[in-house]
């Protein structure tokens, strides 16, 4: 059995080694491989699926004390659950006496197979590379092993996003999303939002007016926003002592911001100063902007960075999809190359040496 404390440096590894054969392999043009892609995607869901069950991963090890507690228990749906799917499918399993493990699987195969499906959906020429792409992310292996609840709502809602152009399907998994995690309410707001209007210098100034407010630190919208959606935020930015108390207080996140803002300025490339882009791209862009819009205003919140992740969680499509679709220069591969390379080296840097694993 693999040691629980080897799990990500096994899991970038391989990533890591799949992403650099595959760019070496790229071509101008790119074949469907969608074969590729789904392979990787149930050897994730296996590896991730099926850990042991350990202290490293907190999320995982109070699911299971809970499970133990309610296994065959009689189920019966509750309507008053405050993750509607979510909570039942938990309980449902546990009063048919599943094994804790098959749980596990079935939610890493939920978070994996929706970036599967909405890397074949957005990418169809470029699917195994998208896929690895979002892998390499920063927070893909921590919300694939803790927060699973949140990392499989937003991985539903990244099929909602790849199927905008069909509104039953979209709007299926934008429920399906919400009644996975109520922290999607964000998210899903910024959805429709897009939806109405969408001008790319409203959205980049708002972005800019929220730096501004985060960097004089004006604590009354951080609490207005928590009145607002302390209730769908778990007490994130209403927590009285992450208001208060200096030593729980993370301070203005310059680090946090540095790698937020690549997508944009991609975007601000492509989309202000080339003018080229297509429709999805821009709704992509527009949303991942709103809500790190508000994470900005969020950012003194004790947990900034579950906050942030609600729209970190798109990162990966949103930094990427230019290069992986626009033809707008003969140095696009190369381009593709470098920025690839550079978004893996940041998790790397950051899980082998800002938090020396």
């Not at 065959?72 to 039942?88: A, P, T």
């Not at 769908?232 to 108390?245: K, P, R």
């Amino acid at each position: 059995m693999i040691p629980a404390t080897s799990y990500q440096i096994i899991y970038i590894s391989i990533v890591g080694i799949l992403t650099i054969l595959t760019l070496l392999s790229l071509q101008a043009k790119p074949k469907k491989a969608f074969a590729a892609a789904l392979i990787l995607c149930i050897t994730c869901s296996l590896l991730i699926g099926f850990r042991p069950i350990h202290g490293i991963f907190i999320d995982m090890l109070n699911y299971s004390q809970y499970y133990n507690i309610i296994y065959g228990d009689f189920f019966s749906f509750n309507l008053s659950s405050e993750n509607l799917i979510f909570d039942n499918f938990f309980s449902f399993l546990a009063s048919l006496k599943i094994d804790i493990s098959l749980f596990f699987f079935l939610i890493a195969f939920i978070y994996f197979g929706g970036i599967y499906i909405s890397s074949v959906k957005i990418f169809p020429y470029n699917s195994a590379l998208a896929f690895l792409i979002y892998l390499a992310a920063f927070s893909t292996f921590s919300y694939g092993t803790n927060g699973i609840k949140a990392g499989a709502a937003a991985s539903l809602f990244l099929v909602a996003l790849a199927y905008t152009d069909r509104k039953v399907v979209a709007f299926t998994f934008l429920a399906l999303s919400l009644g996975f995690h109520h922290s999607m309410i964000l998210p899903i707001t910024a959805y429709f939002c897009v939806q109405i209007y969408r001008k790319p210098a409203i959205y980049i100034s708002f972005w800019c007016l929220c730096f501004v407010i985060s960097f004089l630190n004006i604590q009354a919208l951080q609490i207005f926003l928590g009145e607002l959606l302390g209730a769908n935020a778990d007490g994130y930015l209403t927590n009285n002592e992450s208001l208060s108390s200096n030593s729980t207080i993370k301070g203005f996140r310059i680090d946090f911001i540095l790698y937020s803002i690549m997508p944009i300025l991609v975007g601000c490339y492509f989309i202000l100063y080339r003018k080229i882009f297509d429709d999805l791209y821009l709704r992509l862009w527009c949303i991942y902007t709103l809500v790190n819009s508000i994470w900005l205003l969020c950012m003194y919140a004790e947990f900034t960075n579950r906050i942030a992740y609600l729209s970190w969680f798109i990162y990966p499509v949103v930094l990427i999809y230019p290069f992986l679709k626009f033809n707008y220069s003969p140095k696009r591969i190369s381009h593709l190359k470098t920025a690839a390379f550079l978004h893996f080296s940041f998790t790397l840097f950051m899980i082998v040496i800002y938090y020396g694993i």
